[in-house]
């Protein structure tokens, strides 16, 4: 949550969003801007520069993006009078990503607006465009100039970063072309989520469990990322995915690294990014004649999502009827290194799964020797910690405990952490702190190039021997279960999935 600045506080910014008459601006990043501004986050001297190839005046702009505000800001609906202290700052540039005129433009509106101000100013360029622009933007921003003040100057990314490893190196490549390393901000939304910021504090501010954060006592993790929706109106965007691209380069490999790290001296960006691409170099490679049994995939047929019938994925608008794209994967890797030797971390994600759950499952080992008679302990379970992400925000440790009674007996119970019985502060959503964040020149929760290209690597394999083999019994789960079957061959013996944690009702 970003702690509640006086605007004063804040150096003069722009924000100059390419894409701003876009779905990503609409949706998501001026709600984010217009309730930073609600808690007072924002700098006194502020303009928003939306450029898009559309004609729009400021006015049938700001008429939109109002409408965006209604429905998607934390606040819920705005009145006149609080959008009207806001709108002002959003200013519309017609023009073309690939015309030097336009960034001529744009140089002259910031210089404009720094003389206005009598200060210099910070500018962030945020890339809310297609894929296909973010290779040719930061080219031309180098051209004009604009890319060059170090101190001044940010470029905000958004994923896909690339398409594969080649792919990503080379985009990776054109933004160090022109703007340094520290300049660049590439999101994952998932890192500005509060309960994926916890796993830090949870880990490494109590002295509790990091003793027991390793192969002794750990015997397996489990990360979960279900989404209750199917591809809703993103069909042409996800059928040149797929879930391997879409979830699990990006969002599942960020909290596999939250998981796996070792402990950062001390909370500097490039601190804690060190300690996460660690994990990645030590994740042990897949061979692409390995790959059947480390990585299932899996696509939707027809089924049941909250009680109604809904369509299989091949008959979603955008899609092939014969797509042979991903929805799910589940992955199983190791980690060699002293802490995690031997230990798997099994990975799953699925779009039209039964229901919306993001969890991270530490199970730990039995007890070395049971003390107990048989009968006391026919329900016994190890012990189990859940990190729930969404929509349950919260932490459960299961362990064991003796039921009331003469006997003995011991039955698996919980102990329970949730956020909002804990908070009575609201969780932002991930862009607003990710955006002030940007703004803050904190890089903390942002990826670094050698993370991204690190996580490709991992991923090669399956991507290539998913491409070399065509799939043969795609659809291979309905909608509405827990994904193909062939998802518990990757488990070890004894090892499960874990049925999402119940905490309270979810929202
Ligand atoms: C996006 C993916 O990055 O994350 C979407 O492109 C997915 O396909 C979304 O639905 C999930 O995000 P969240 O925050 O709803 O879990």
């Not at 991270?360 to 020797?369: E, G, L």
Request: with cysteine; aromatic share 12%.
């Amino acid at each position: 949550m970003p702690t509640s600045k006086t605007t004063d506080q804040l150096a003069p910014t722009v924000l100059v969003i390419f894409g701003g008459a876009g779905d990503l601006t609409w949706r998501k990043l001026i709600p984010a801007l217009f309730d930073l501004s609600r808690d007072r986050s924002l700098p006194a001297k502020f303009a928003i520069i939306a450029v898009d190839r559309i004609k729009l005046g400021d006015a049938a702009l700001r008429r939109r993006l109002h409408e965006g505000v209604n429905q998607f800001s934390r606040f819920g609906r705005t009145t006149a009078a609080v959008w009207g202290r806001f709108a002002p700052h959003i200013h519309y540039q017609q023009g073309d990503f690939t015309q030097a005129a336009t960034y001529t433009a744009l140089g002259r509106q910031c210089a404009r607006l720094e003389k206005q101000w009598g200060a210099r100013t910070h500018r962030i360029f945020y890339m809310a465009t297609p894929p296909s622009m973010f290779g040719e933007i930061p080219k031309y921003l180098g051209r004009a100039g604009l890319a060059r003040d170090r101190a001044f100057t940010r470029i905000v990314i958004e994923k896909p970063i690339g398409y594969d490893l080649d792919s990503a190196r080379a985009l990776n490549a054109i933004l160090a072309a022109s703007f340094d390393e520290s300049q660049i901000y590439r999101i994952d939304h998932y890192l500005g989520k509060e309960t994926v910021q916890n796993i830090l504090a949870f880990r490494f501010a109590n002295p509790l469990f990091e003793p027991l954060w390793n192969r002794r006592y750990i015997d397996y993790v489990t990360i979960t990322v279900a989404e209750a929706v199917g591809v809703e109106h993103r069909g042409g965007y996800y059928d040149h995915a797929g879930a391997l691209r879409d979830m699990v380069q990006n969002h599942l490999m960020q909290l596999f690294c939250l998981i796996a790290m070792e402990p950062m001296v001390s909370f500097d960006a490039d601190e804690i990014r060190n300690k996460k691409v660690d994990v990645l170099h030590a994740a042990r490679p897949i061979h692409r004649d390995e790959v059947p049994q480390c990585a299932v995939r899996g696509q939707y047929g027809g089924g049941l999502a909250a009680g109604k019938k809904v369509p299989g994925y091949r008959a979603e608008a955008g899609v092939a009827p014969d797509s042979e794209t991903e929805t799910f994967v589940a992955l199983k890797l190791f980690i060699d290194n002293w802490r995690w030797q031997d230990v798997p971390f099994y990975l799953r994600t699925g779009k039209r799964l039964p229901r919306q759950a993001s969890e991270v499952s530490i199970q730990f080992r039995a007890v070395p020797h049971r003390s107990f008679p048989p009968e006391a302990s026919l329900g016994w379970q190890s012990s189990r910690l859940v990190l729930a992400i969404q929509p349950v925000e919260g932490i459960v440790l299961g362990f064991q405990a003796k039921y009331p009674g003469p006997k003995m007996q011991l039955r698996p119970v919980d102990m329970r952490f949730g956020y909002r019985e804990s908070f009575d502060a609201p969780s932002p959503d991930a862009y607003e702190t990710l955006l002030w964040d940007v703004m803050k020149q904190d890089a903390t929760l942002f990826m670094r190039a050698d993370q991204v290209e690190a996580a490709w690597q991992l991923l090669m394999p399956v991507l290539e021997a998913w491409q070399a083999t065509a799939p043969s019994d795609f659809p291979n789960y309905a909608a509405g279960t827990w994904g193909p079957e062939n998802t518990q061959e990757l488990l070890a013996p004894g090892h499960r999935w874990p049925l999402p944690t119940q905490l309270g009702p979810a929202p």
